[in-house]
Structures are given as C-alpha cells and as structure tokens.
C-alpha cells in the first residue's frame, strides 16, 4: 500500500513536498508567480495571506485541482505530476477544506467508512466499528462514531475531518483556515493535538491561515504571499509578527482606526426584553435575551457561529417571528417593519450582502435606493418611481462612498465584495442613523476595505448611534465594543465594559464556561 | 343487520381495500423515496404511473401474461426515469419544471396509445389466497392478497436495509444530502442521480400496472386520479424512510378504501365526499407536516424544495 512505499522513501511517516517556480496564469491574470515553498516532513508549515493572495491557488495547484503553467512539485524528494485530486490522495497528500465536506445526515462511523476507495458493497459493521475503534486508538482525536455529524459542534466536525484523512492515510494535510468556525479553546485543543502529531513525525501540516497568533504558537515555518507572489518567510520566531503584517498587507493605505470619542451621559436606546425564537427545526435558538444598548454606544456581541446570532439578527430585521419577547427604542414598543424602522431611523448591514441586502440582479442605482424608493424626491407621488433623481442619488452615493462601479445601471453582483458592501453601506449610513444593527460586516473582505468598514461603524457611534455588533471575530468584537456580551447556546451568558474584561475570559464564555 | 356485523364488514373491507389501494402508492412512494434521495425530486411519477398502467394493459392484452405486462411497464417506466435524469443534469433546467413536463408528457402519451385498450379485456394478475384457514367468506375475501404488495413490503425492508449497510446505500444518501461532499469523495453525482431516477421510475411503472392488472383492473383515463403526485406528499409525510413509505402507503390506502367500504354496508351517503378522502388526508398531512417556521426533519440537504 501507499504507506509502504513513504516508509521506504521517507525515514518517519510523514510525507514533505517541495515546489519549484509554481505558477498559474488564468487569462491575464496571474494568480501565483514563480513561488518555491519546502515543507520537510514532520514540520508545520503556515501559509500567510490575504483573500486572493494566492494562498488558495498555490494549495489547488498542489492537491491536482489546477494544472501549474510552470513550475514543479516534488513529493519526498521525487518530481510529480499531480493530475487529480485523486491522485494526490494516492500520494499521501489531503485537504481539509474551510467548508465541512462531511455528509451532515450520515454518522461519523458512515462518513468515514464511504470515504475509502475500497468501502465493501455490504458493510459488516460490526467488524467496521471494530476497526474503527482500533484506528481511533493510534491517533489523539476522540469523536463521537454513532450520532449523525450534523449534531455534532464544530469542533468535533473539524477533528472528524482531520480523523478523514488519517484514516485514509494522508500523511501530509493542507488546513485551509481550520479554526474558522471554532472557539478559541476548541482552535486551540485541535491545533495542539494535530502539532503533537507533526512533532511525533507522523504528520506534516501547511495550514492556511490568516490569524497571527495561530501561527505563533504552533507553525514552525511560515510564508507569506500578496498577489500571487512569495514575499517572505522563514522560522517563526525569527520573523515578528509586525513583519508578517507588513509583508502580508504591502504598501497599501489602510485608514486610520477610528478614535473613539468619550461619550458622558448614559441614554437609553434600543432596548430587548425577554427575547424567544425558534429556530428552523423549532427548537429554541435564542431564549430570554435581554439587553440595552445605549447613545454611542456600541454592544458586541461575541459567539461561534451557530449559537443563535443569525436568528437573533432575524428577529431585530423581521425576517423571523419571536415566540415571546419585545423590542423597545426610547422606550416605545418597536415592530421590525418599513414603517418603524423609518420612523426611529434603524439601520443595518451584515456579511455576504449580495444574499442578505441586496438583490443580486438588480442594479446598484436600485440597491442604493432600497431606504429611499418610495419617497420623495424618487417618489414623486404615490406609488410612481423617477429613475432620474433615484440615478442622481446613487451618483452621489458612488462617489462619496468610493464604490468601484463602471455605472449606476451596473447588477450590483457585477461588482466584488468590497464594492458590494460598500454600495450597501452608502444605502444604510449617509442618513441619520439612531440605530444600527450589525452582523459580521467584513467577513471575507480585504484589509483595506475591513478597516474602512469598523472606521465607518466608529464613526457611526461618535456620531451619537446606538450600535448592536454581531460578530463571530473575536478581534473585530475587541477592537470595537464599548461593551462585551457573548453568546453561546441561545443565551446571553457573559457580559461586561470592555476595560474590565480580556481575550481569555471572553474566549472561555465562548465555549459555554461561565466563568 | 346488526350493527356489530355492519362494523366487521366495514373493518375488513377497508384492511382489504387498504392492502388493494395501497399498493400503487407503496410502489411509487418508494420510487420516489429513492429519487428524492439522490437529491433530486420527479413531479412526472403520476405520468409514469398512467403510461405504466396504459403499456402493462396492453402487453397483457396482446401477450397474454400479465406479469410480462408488469415487467414491460416497469421498463417504460424507467425510460421515463432515465429522461427525467438526463434532462436534469443539463445546465440551468430546473427538476420541478422538468418533471411537470414529464408528468403531462406521460398522461398525454398513454392517452395516445391507449385509445385502442379501453374497450377490449386483458388478462389481469393472479391473487393468492391466504384466507383458507377462515370459514368466514368475508376474511377469506379480505385475505386475496396480490403478490405485487408482498413484494412492495418486502422491497421497502429491503431499502430500508440496503440504505444503511451497503455501500451504494451511503453513496445514494451522500449524494442527496450534501454534492460537495460527495464530489470531494469523487462520486458521480449525475450518473448517481440518473440511476436513482431510472430505478425509481421503474417502481412507478409497476405500480401503474397494478392499477390496470389487479385493481381497479381495466384501462381507463381516469385511472390514476392523482395518486402520483399524493405520492410526493407521502414521502415528505415519511420523512424518506422506506418503512415510514408503507405505513403511510396503507393509511393512504385505507382512506382511499373508505367510500367503497361504507357503500358495501348501503351507506351511500357522502360517497363522493368519502372517496374524495385521500386528497383531503393529503391536504390535511402537507398542513400539519410542514410549518413556515421550521424546515422539514430528515430531508435530503439537495432537495429543491428544502435548499
């Protein structure tokens, strides 16, 4: 088998690859360029850089997704071409991806067993749960076998998606983003267990990441990329962490942090009490959520995905129905309709726009003009839309929020995420904002357009907003909250000013320790 | 007549009539139950079903066996099937689409080509007696069972096994329920898909025969009255477990039995409000299994309808 001719060529278990000069070109594009990494057997190696740095495309070209332009790869010392995916598992050579790819109605003991190439037509599965157990005993992941994977958390789906490639023998693992669904606890127990392997020579590991911390504590090398090109690199520890940040991110002007204004009197806002939904299967997804947020004041609120955010979010947009529960601004009872929502000025943005606040295939004129279509001056009497003040607004809007697009007649899902939710931005915060409500604004975006984004939601709570803030990015939630509150299973179970609290006690709430 | 006999009559002409009725919706349930999980849902099983009834009535008639007529309209049916799959993997058509079109396609082509069998007489399918241990000519009547149910039950234990121990069980439940993790195991989700589709047209095509070959027993265009499409119903009502498939198939069954039952006894009241109690059990269970709050338990992650 394959594990036989590794222990032949290589002294430990673990396989290392080489790459010489890889590079892929798409049309005019050069996705990576000329880029030579070495990652010995038994090392963790971590692949540092932006969205669209290449990171992605260099890991494809390695796993047989892509065929390089140019460019070689040798797997423990010999020269291979990879034409496959498949062929890169026969050289010992896995991926875990970002997304699960395990089946979420099968169990664990099911998703393992159908993952090997030779699965038998009739599954004995006694005799499978048999050596299932026995190969669970070689390696330290300890996961549920008999329950269907989606029941279980996001660490245990991770550390089963691990388990996958061990159990198919691939001896050298890609980690693309590993710890992005995960607690702070859980990111740390799976990293450390997958390191103690790599150390014992049974695994080697290039993990892409974006986290600096992660690359820290355990990588033993790291790479950098930006646009397609190997920056730097070296020996962690050699390399300090305000480096990598330079040569990850380059020349390009990132604006300034928002200064936070001092905010003296304490005014009520936006109130929930006693907050109840149910979630799409009818179980309780949030209960008894009970918070203030006041004038200039922004709340954070910190969870793994997964915890009841995105109904809680549902509930303050209308999009889902409370069981129990009331919303109060200035103290007056508040529906999530069009009409309050204009009335107190209440205002919004969350990730992924083109799903969650705009229509794709509408233009951007129209996008923006979603707050305002049915007022005057677009409106200039019931029921009647004019294109040209609603074009003349958006013209505005474009060039005051910097929104890269050829004209205002352009679908918004022509443009790229940045730009996208920039344009929803535009809509949401150039009237009076009283209130805003925020989930996860720069997920998947650039540096640059991250750090314009919380400047924008700084802004915002100087200027007097109440702002609620969902995140499942623990840092944005630091560098933002006035006030800290973490979600886990449905509740509010931890909450405090952000001067008396720090990253481990947060963390720790997060994984539903009330501490 | 007393009312206890009048009560036994009524019982067991509707456990017999459930066995009869039901037995069309088990097989085109359990077609369906396999299509679905493969991730894909055909609205044209009510086409195959009709086109199942007009060709096995026909072979039979010109033939002379019935059960050649049952094989033959579980090959056309897959025919339809293997359509319905092939359509579908093509970019942008959309399942629920393809497969009205199908189901009208269907109907229309067996209307065509049955013209000419609704007058003559096929030979129709043999039932076995299991009621001879009984003196009662009621039980023994109620006991003429149709070897195609005993099939139909054993063939959904079957599923219900194979589902989860053999490998092209777990291939057909990756395939539905998540496509990227089945193309991360590097599974053909179409040719999984068109397998799925053509097996499952081919279980439709035999219960479409049963309807013509055993009961009612004849061709007729109004034969199927929709019991391919309540099928779909049924399914979401079993939660795709083939188990859940026959128990539902036989309440279905039993509702469908219910008007006959209580006109054997000379209550002829309401006998069309009575016959007409499958589509309202149909409308009843949709109403109470399905909720605007919630999605629904058990589905295949690739359903249309659930994504």
């Known amino acids: ?207 892409i990441t974006h986290k600096f911390r992660e690359v820290t504590s355990y990588a033993d090398e790291v790479t950098v990329l930006r646009q397609g090109k190997m920056i730097g690199g070296g020996k962690v520890g050699e390399i300090s962490v305000a480096d990598m940040s330079t040569m990850m991110i380059g020349e390009t002007q990132i604006r300034e942090r ?60 209308g999009q889902r129905i409370p069981s129990d529960g009331r919303i109060f601004v200035d103290k ?52 009647w839309l004019s294109p040209p003040p609603m074009r003349e607004r958006a013209r505005e809007l474009i060039s005051a929020y910097r929104v890269k697009t050829p004209t205002p007649d352009e679908p918004i899902e022509n443009l790229s995420g940045g730009n996208v939710q920039r344009a929803i931005l535009a809509r949401e915060l150039s009237g009076t904002v009283d209130i805003l409500i925020v989930a996860n604004p ?68 997060m994984a539903g320790q009330h501490a | 007549m007393g009312d206890d006999t009048g009560l036994m009559t009524v019982l067991l002409a509707m456990f017999a009539g459930a066995i009869r009725v039901s037995t069309p919706f088990l097989f085109v349930s359990l077609g369906e139950m396999l299509t679905e999980k493969s991730g894909r849902i055909n609205l044209g099983l009510e086409g195959t079903l009709v086109f199942g009834a007009m060709s096995g009535y026909a072979i039979s008639y010109h033939t002379g066996s019935p059960w050649f007529g049952v094989l033959v309209a579980g090959v056309a049916g897959s025919l339809f099937g293997a359509l319905h799959g092939y359509l579908c993997k093509l970019p942008k058509v959309n399942d629920i689409a393809i497969g009205i079109a199908m189901m009208l396609f269907g109907t229309g082509l067996a209307f065509f080509f049955g013209k000419a069998y609704i007058q003559p007489s096929a030979p129709r399918l043999p039932a076995l007696s299991l009621g001879g241990w009984s003196d009662h000519p009621g039980i023994r009547q109620a006991l003429e069972i149709n070897p195609l149910f005993l099939l139909g039950v054993g063939l959904a234990v079957l599923l219900w096994w194979a ?52 009961y009612p027993g004849s061709w007729t265009e109004g034969l199927s009255s929709g019991q391919g499409l309540m099928a779909v119903a049924l399914v979401i009502f079993a939660r795709w477990n083939p188990i859940y498939c026959f128990w539902a198939a036989l309440l279905f069954g ?37 909720s605007p709050k919630r999605s629904l338990k058990g589905a295949p992650g690739e359903l249309s309808i659930t994504k």
């Open chain 1, 442 to 509: 720069c997920f998947g975006l650039d540096f640059a357009s991250v750090a314009e984004i919380r400047a924008q939601i700084m802004d915002q709570r100087n200027k007097g907003a109440a702002v609620l803030l969902v995140s499942e990015d623990l840092d944005e939630i630091l560098e933002l909250s006035d006030t800290v509150a973490v979600m886990s299973e449905g509740r509010i179970t931890y909450s405090s000013p952000i001067a008396e609290t720090d990253r481990a006690t947060v963390g720790h709430a």
């Open chain 2, 163 to 214: 589902l989860k121990n053999t490998r092209y069980g777990l291939v057909l439940r990756t395939t539905g329920d998540s496509a990227p993790a089945a193309l991360a195991l590097g599974i053909n989700i179409n040719l999984v898909r068109l397998l799925a589709t053509t097996a499952g047209g081919f279980l439709a095509g035999i219960g479409g025969s049963f309807l013509s070959l055993y």
């Open chain 1, 258 to 317: 928002a200064a936070r204004s001092q905010t003296s009197k304490k005014t009520l806002k936006l109130e929930l009490a006693g907050l109840f939904a149910e979630n799409n299967e009818e179980a309780p997804a949030i209960e008894a959520i009970s918070l203030k947020v006041h004038k200039g004041e922004i709340l954070g609120i910190a969870g793994v995905s997964g915890n009841g955010q995105s109904e809680l979010i549902e509930v303050l947009s």
């Open chain 2, 254 to 290: 039993a509702a469908g039995a219910l008007g006959p039952a209580l006109q054997s006894i000379g209550i002829s009241r309401g006998y069309h409000f009575f016959n007409a109690a499958p589509y309202i059990l149909t409308l009843l269970i949709m109403i109470v299994s399905t």
């Open chain 1, 1 to 207: 088998m394959t594990s036989l001719a590794h222990q032949q060529t290589a002294p430990s278990r673990a396989v290392g690859i080489e790459t010489l000069g890889m590079t892929k070109v798409f049309g005019s594009l050069t996705a990576l360029d000329d880029v030579s990494i070495r990652v010995a057997p038994g090392s963790f190696h971590a692949l540092l850089g932006e969205n669209g740095a290449g990171k992605s495309t260099l890991v494809k070209c390695v796993m047989g997704f892509y065929q390089p332009t140019r460019g070689t790869l040798l797997v423990n010392g010999n020269e291979e071409t990879v034409a496959s995916p498949r062929a890169a598992h026969s050289l010992g050579i896995g991926m875990v991806y970002q997304h699960f790819t395990l089946v979420p109605s099968l169990t664990a003991a099911e998703n393992l067993v159908i993952s090997r190439a030779d699965a038998p037509q009739v599954i004995d599965w006694q005799k499978e749960r048999q050596a299932l157990s026995d190969f669970l005993q070689t390696t330290p992941f300890r996961v549920p076998l008999d329950v269907p994977v989606s029941s279980l958390s996001a660490g245990e789906k991770q550390k089963l998606e691990i388990l996958k490639q061990l159990y198919l023998d691939q001896r050298f693992l890609i980690l693309d983003e590993p710890t992005s669904v995960l607690t702070p606890d859980e990111a740390d127990e799976v990293l450390g267990l997958v390191q103690d392997m790599t150390k014992a020579g049974d695994l080697t590991v290039l993990m």
């Open chain 1, 332 to 383: 007056k009872p508040y529906e999530p309709t069009r009409q309050h929502m204009d009335q107190f000025k209440v205002f919004g943005f969350s990730e992924e726009p083109l799903r969650n606040a705009a229509v794709p295939r509408m233009s951007v004129a129209e996008n923006m003009a979603f707050r305002t279509f049915d007022k005057s001056p677009i409106s200039p009497f019931k029921g």
